[in-house]
């Protein structure tokens, strides 16, 4: 894990497979895609706040709730999966 600091934002890189334990302890957004028949089906955002009104955000890769978490999931009719395009997953409707 490595931290950058510019002005008075601190960013943290990490490595996939590492974990990031800063007291987070609020769910404060969530966010992404969930795509059926794929082998890579979600894709997530997600923003944590900790008790000193810190922020983070990222790639949710994988993660533990503790009590319960609310969430609304939109339906959509429209055929979607993601394709490896210039080394990205990218979205194909």
């Known amino acids: 894990m490595k931290i950058k600091k510019e002005g008075s934002f601190e960013f943290i890189e990490m490595e996939r497979g590492e ?25 997530l955002h997600v923003y944590l706040g ?29 055929n979607v999966k993601r394709i490896l395009k210039d080394g990205l997953f990218l979205l194909d409707f």
Do not use: C, Y
């Open 19 to 43: 974990t990031l334990n800063k007291n987070l302890n609020e769910l404060i957004g969530l966010s992404g895609f969930i795509v059926k028949d794929n082998s890579l089906p979600l894709h």
């Open 50 to 78: 900790n008790s000193q009104k810190g922020v983070i955000d990222g790639h949710l890769f994988d993660s533990e709730v503790f009590t319960f978490g609310e969430m609304s999931i939109l339906w959509s009719p429209i």
